[in-house]
């Protein structure tokens, strides 16, 4: 398999987002210079983006937008679904277990996990949540293996080493907590302190 | 004020992260080597970032902690709260009202925004949900500067489109949809997608 690179894949889902929205408008063919319009990247990033899809664009024509659709989810294995757990249900950790939209990202959050008392044996939006003590047995059974980090920051190396220690291979960290894990472990993080802090300072350099 | 770097601004969460969790412990001073390790980050690339705050690092001693922390939180604005708005009272509208942790980052949602008649004239969390048609009036009243988009996608350009017509200077979207907006009106993303797009790829790539 092909290694793609990791800006590449991170522009991938705005793609797919312009593609199912031109879809979902009837268009059956669209070009290179719309996405990147819509998609607000350079033609030519957007053009060898979409060469690691194996899909053509057709002199005159464009994309076939289905078929891109198709290509784009395939590369990034979305067409496929993969069990995963959470550990963390939180506010945060409970709208994860009921967010739609991972359902046509290929992920579907089978089990929520926490130490709290009064979550434990609960359902949250549909999904049951067990004790993290229960955690390595059930995801060795299941054959898990990725994991969803969304405690408390000083919690998350723990989390992690157990998520590790039972079979987990990939992990979605939303704390902004980096964990250390051995190598061959994928770790992504969502940090959306980050982003925060780039608006917060930008809106104070520029009190107009 | 000194424009910081968007890359430099992205690490200092990480830093305050690892500065308080230090802080808690009990420790009243650290090196750039120890925050390299914890926050994973090189050693230049820290003592580069930390320079910004204006903090010094003392030979054989380090950085204070406690004055450090202020510095950085006085660099991103998060000493000083700034009320803002939220549109889309989904689940990951719900799970962002109630978070406790922006109260920390110089952040405080005051509203939620909806046009679920369902939703309209609640309080979710503690944070009183309106008409998306009371958005305008009440931003121009209370004069509100940051605005949260977490509506479906497709509802993103609308909703930023209302929000800058009100008189907000910066929006946080929440969705993975790229939003066009005028000159001199800040805009960040919370892409979860783009990470979950690479720990997909990485994880077919590797199927050990």
Not at 18 to 43: C, E, P, W, Y
Not at 82 to 111: M, N
Not at 120 to 126: A, E, K, N, P, S
Request: a neutral charge.
């Amino acid at each position: 398999m092909t290694k793609i690179p990791t800006s590449t894949l991170k522009r991938l889902p705005q793609y797919l987002e312009v593609l199912n929205q031109l879809r979902r408008a009837g268009l059956k063919a669209v070009s290179a210079t719309k996405i990147s319009v819509f998609a607000d990247v350079h033609q030519t990033l957007v053009r060898k983006d979409l060469a690691f899809t194996g899909e053509e664009n057709v002199p005159k024509q464009g994309y076939r937008i289905l078929e891109l659709i198709k290509a784009i989810e395939e590369c990034l294995n979305w067409n496929d679904t993969s069990p995963c757990y959470l550990v963390g249900v939180g506010h945060l950790g409970s709208a994860l277990l009921g967010y739609q939209e991972f359902a046509q990202k290929g992920l579907s959050i089978v089990a929520g996990f926490d130490n709290e008392p009064r979550l434990i044996d609960t359902v949250v939006h549909g999904i049951p949540v067990y004790s993290v003590l229960d955690f390595h047995a059930m995801a060795k059974r299941q054959d898990i293996r990725i994991g969803i980090i969304s405690v408390p920051p000083e919690s998350a190396q723990f989390v992690a080493d157990i998520m590790i220690h039972s079979g987990i291979k990939a992990i979605w960290n939303f704390t902004p907590q980096k964990i250390q894990v051995p190598a061959g472990i994928i770790v992504e993080y969502v940090d959306m302190f980050a982003s925060l802090a780039v608006l917060s300072r930008r809106l104070a350099e520029n009190p107009s």
